[in-house]
C-alpha cells in the first residue's frame, strides 16, 4: 500500500502565504520552481539563489535576492549568504521558506529561525536512499520541517509528497526505428556537462570523441571541464533559453546526471543520454548522481549509460525516442 504524499506548500496559516524560496542554481533551482508552479505560488514570492544565466533565465520578473556562489560543504559562504539575507529582508513581509537546497538552504533557515519564519525543506529527487548532508543538518539542527520524495525512505520525519519525476515515459518516436534496426547517420550531438564548481567531467568529453562520426555536429556547454581544440561549437555557459533551443535542434542530447538538466530536457520531450559523474574519478562530491540515474534505468525513463557503456548504437538510440507525460501529470 503506497503511503500518502503531504504538500509541503500548505499549512501556513493563510490562503496566500508569502513566501521565501530559496535553492542553489542548476537542479535544486529547477525543482524548486516546479514544486512553485505545481502550487501555484503567488508572484509576490521571494527567491535566493546565486547569479547565472540558468537562474537569470528561469526567475526574469520575480523578486530575487543575489547572494553569491556557495561551494559544497562551504560554511563561511554559508553564513555569509545568511547575512545578506538578513540586511535585505523584512522577517515580517514572510509567512514560510521553502528550499530544496543544496547550502543555500542552510542559509535561508538560519536566518528563518532568527526571525521566527516557519521552513520546509523538500529533498531533492536525486537522492533515492536518504537525505543529503544537507537534509540531515536541516533535521539535526531542526531548521524546518523535512520532505522526501521517495516512498521507500519516507518516515514520520521525512513524509513522503509528490516527485517531480512522476509522470515521464520513454517511447519510440514517430516513424523511428527501434534499438536493433537504426541505421547509423551523422548526427547533430548537443552535450551540457553542468556548472558546479569546482568538478569537471573530462572522462565524458573523452567518450564523445571516441564514438564520435566523422560527419557529426557538436555543440558544447562545457561548465567547469574547459578544453582547447574540441570538435564543433563550444560554450562555457549557456543561458536556459539557449541551452533548450540547442537541445530541442540535436537529434541526441548527452547530459551528465544533474537533475535540473534532466528535468528540463524530459519536459521538452527529448530523451537524453544521461551519464553520472563518479566521486571516484573526483568528478563530484559524492555519488547522489549515482542515485538519480539508477533512478531513471529503474523506471525505463532516457537512456542512461556510465561512461564505460556509452556507445555509438546508445546515441542512434536515443535519437530515435522521445520523452511523453502521462495521465494527470500532464
Do not use: K
Request: charge should be negative.
Amino acid at each position: 500500500m503506497s503511503q500518502p504524499t503531504t504538500d509541503p506548500f500548505a499549512g501556513f496559516g493563510v490562503d496566500r502565504p508569502r513566501l521565501l524560496l530559496a535553492a542553489s542554481t542548476g537542479g535544486h533551482l529547477t525543482q524548486l520552481s516546479r514544486f512553485a508552479h505545481a502550487a501555484g505560488v503567488s508572484s509576490d514570492a521571494t527567491w535566493v539563489t546565486f547569479d547565472s544565466p540558468q537562474s537569470r533565465d528561469m526567475l526574469a520578473g520575480e523578486r530575487v535576492v543575489w547572494v553569491d556562489y556557495i561551494a559544497p560543504r562551504d560554511v563561511p559562504g554559508t553564513l555569509r549568504a545568511r547575512r545578506v539575507l538578513q540586511e535585505q529582508l523584512d522577517p515580517a513581509g514572510f509567512d514560510g521558506v521553502i528550499s530544496t537546497g543544496a547550502a543555500v538552504a542552510l542559509s535561508a533557515f538560519l536566518w528563518a529561525r532568527s526571525n521566527r519564519v516557519p521552513g520546509r525543506y523538500i529533498e531533492s529527487v536525486s537522492r533515492t536512499d536518504g537525505p543529503s548532508l544537507t537534509g540531515r543538518l536541516v533535521r539535526l539542527m531542526r531548521l524546518a520541517n523535512t520532505y522526501t520524495q521517495h516512498a521507500a525512505w519516507a518516515s514520520t520525519a521525512w513524509p513522503h509528497t509528490t516527485s517531480v519525476m512522476r509522470g515521464f515515459a520513454r517511447e519510440l518516436a514517430a516513424g523511428a526505428a527501434g534499438d536493433e534496426t537504426a541505421a547509423d547517420r551523422p548526427l547533430r550531438i548537443f552535450v551540457t556537462l553542468g556548472t558546479i564548481r569546482p568538478y569537471r567531467f573530462d572522462r565524458l568529453v573523452d567518450r564523445v570523441l571516441d564514438i564520435a562520426g566523422d560527419g557529426d555536429e557538436i555543440v558544447w556547454q562545457l561548465g567547469e571541464t574547459t578544453r582547447d581544440g574540441l570538435p564543433g561549437t563550444t560554450h562555457s555557459l549557456m543561458d536556459t533559453s539557449l541551452l533548450l533551443e540547442e537541445a530541442r535542434a540535436a537529434d541526441v542530447v548527452i547530459t551528465h546526471s544533474g537533475v535540473g538538466t534532466i528535468l528540463q530536457l524530459l519536459g521538452e520531450g527529448i530523451s537524453p543520454v544521461v551519464v553520472p559523474r563518479e566521486r571516484q574519478h573526483r568528478e563530484h562530491v559524492d555519488d547522489h548522481q549515482l542515485q538519480i540515474w539508477q533512478l531513471l534505468r529503474d523506471s525505463g525513463v532516457a537512456d542512461p549509460y556510465t561512461v564505460d557503456q556509452l556507445t555509438r548504437a546508445g546515441l542512434l538510440s536515443a535519437a530515435a525516442h522521445r520523452t511523453t507525460l502521462w495521465g494527470d501529470d500532464q
